[in-house]
């Protein structure tokens, strides 16, 4: 089955600063890969998501880049701000009934 | 708010005791997934339903057991339960209008469990 690692497990960044965390997947028939933020209390919301077929997506601080060759895929924050503070979860899944793999998180700590 | 709800918020109770977790999907989602999420852990994939089918199970338990029912809610049963079982039990839902189509999974706020 899927492995998602995640790294770092926990993050401290200055607020304006970017923040970077990384995953990497182990099956090559994973097509799609969700980062999700979790904030205290709260489930998990989906905040951007890539397709097997596209190498880097924007949405206005947030990037997403993948790369299929060396099954890894990265979230990239830029000019955090405290609310960003969260837990960022990636993810990978494969096929038409979408079993997704969750990796182990990432702690956010944005530092005013 | 994702659409999609949970009940109870908290639920507490005691070893070899038996929970029904409930979970009402978006207006419209076919597909209902549960997951458990540990203290300080990740999110564990437990079992996916389709429009009342069971389509794809993950590290469930046998003491667990869970199904979708025609108006498209989720329950989900722990049984025997012990003090590991203690966690937030999340649901998800999503759309696949056709099979091979990648959707977002909305996820409800969650049922804390917590065994005495």
């Known amino acids: 089955g899927e492995n998602v690692e995640q790294h770092p497990s926990t993050l401290s960044v200055q607020e304006g600063d970017s923040a970077v965390i990384k995953c990497t997947y182990s099956d090559s028939a994973s097509n799609y890969f969700p980062w999700y933020k979790q904030e205290l209390g709260k489930g998990p919301q989906l905040i951007i998501d890539?397709?097997?077929?596209?190498g880097e997506k924007k949405d206005q601080r947030i990037a997403v880049t993948l790369n299929k060759t060396a099954k890894h895929f990265s979230l990239h924050i830029t000019e955090t701000q405290p609310e960003d503070s969260a837990v960022y979860f990636c993810a990978a899944s494969s096929g038409g009934y979408q079993k997704v793999t969750f990796g182990t998180g990432t702690k956010l700590q944005v530092i005013p | 708010d994702s659409g999609v709800t949970q009940t109870p918020k908290h639920l507490i109770t005691a070893t070899g005791q038996r929970v029904t977790l409930r979970c009402s999907p978006r207006s419209g989602d076919l597909s209902v997934y549960w997951y458990q999420q540990s203290l300080d852990q990740g999110l564990q994939f437990l079992i996916q339903y389709y429009n009342g089918e069971e389509r794809a199970k993950g590290n469930i338990l046998e003491r667990f057991s869970a199904q979708q029912f025609p108006d498209l809610h989720s329950e989900l049963n722990l049984s025997s339960l012990e003090l590991g079982d203690s966690a937030l039990y999340f649901c998800?839902?999503?759309?696949?209008?056709?099979?091979?189509?990648?959707?977002?999974?909305?996820f409800g706020p969650g049922t804390r469990l917590t065994v005495l």
């Open positions: 890539i397709r097997s077929n596209v």
């Open positions: 998800a839902s999503s759309q696949p209008k056709e099979r091979g189509r990648l959707n977002e999974q909305f």
